[in-house]
């Protein structure tokens, strides 16, 4: 076994977060990415040309692939974030959902199992398999309340009810057959690097660009944001610190209406780059809903906090800030991943293609 940690998704938003920081403290990454429409290498920046990162284009359900690189590579542990994950497109096109997030997790636990079988002991007990999944598994809740590793179950999208789908295959990979699982629950995230299809990046793109601002409903649906580098924190925290068989969950202490969020950008944008025509406020735009959306999210990550010593560090209001300012300096980025297929279009309405 190598000190290589291997990342699936490793190209996408968050997992391009987690590649730059581990090969910035000088880890060995294996970056397992199909290369989707939502995984750009550009994301990675220097980290992509590190003799540290490790690029394996390969498709987690194919099982043969990961066979290899797992005997090829070697690695001690894998973090596992490669998934489709826009709920508008699950709406759209579930069965790439099913594919990926379901069987392709079962392939990779699967193939996961096997290497960790062959390990020798004291490399078996040092192995661990992350597994990242997100609060919508636990449904929607009032206005009361907050989600906490108790939570029951209760999926509404093809996304959230694929991803509970995978979380289940982990558990059952740690109780059926004793590999090392640790799963992990991650309310909203935000940051750089994030597909300009998801409400905040999307957002800021068409303000800045002065097209109209969809607000799916009244906008009064909440919730909790987490800067993409604390859930990242977070995920390294539970790598090292997680107890095998474990949940934890990681909320930003940040929860905010839809509507509220693209008021702070509007004044963000107000304030960095103002508009002849007046205050980007005027571009918002109420629109149909979208089928079965949650109305609010929010985490108790109290247990984890005290478990992982681990906690969001930065403000929300921080965190926008610079995400606001990141994507308002690299266009350049932006028009790469949305390399001319991607508009900013409404998806999600359920119509069948
Ligand atoms: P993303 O869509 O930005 O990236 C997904 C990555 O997975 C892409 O690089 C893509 O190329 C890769 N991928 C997709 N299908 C693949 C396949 N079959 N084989 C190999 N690679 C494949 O997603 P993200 O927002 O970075 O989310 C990463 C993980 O974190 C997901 O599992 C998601 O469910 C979870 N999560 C996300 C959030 C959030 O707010 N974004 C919150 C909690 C949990």
Redesign the pocket.
Known sequence: MTDAILV?????????ALVRRLVAEGVSVVN?????????LASLGDASSSPLHHLEQ?????AAALHRVFRARRPRAVI???????VDRSIDGPA?FV???VV?TFWLLEEARRYHAELPDTDRDAFRFVH?????VFGALGDESRFDESSAYDPRSP?SAT?AG?DHLARAWYHAYGLPVIV???????GPC??PE?LIPLMIRTAARGGPLPIYGDGRNVRDW?Y?DD?VAGLLAALEYGTPGETYL?GGEAERRNIDVVHAICALLDELRPSPDGAHARLIAFVEDRPGHDYRYAIDSSRTRAALDWHPALSFEEGLRRTVEWYLANEAWCEAVEGGTYRGERLGLGVRP
Do not use: M, P, W
């Open positions: 699936t998704g490793g190209a996408g938003f968050i997992g391009s397992v990415d199909r290369l989707t429409y939502a995984g750009n390969v498709d987690i359900r194919d596992h974030l490669a998934a489709e994950s826009h790439a594919e990926t997030n392709g990242v999944s997100t609060d919508e996304y991803k995978s992990t629950n991650c309310s909203n995230n935000y994030q597909f998801k987490i993409v859930h990681f």
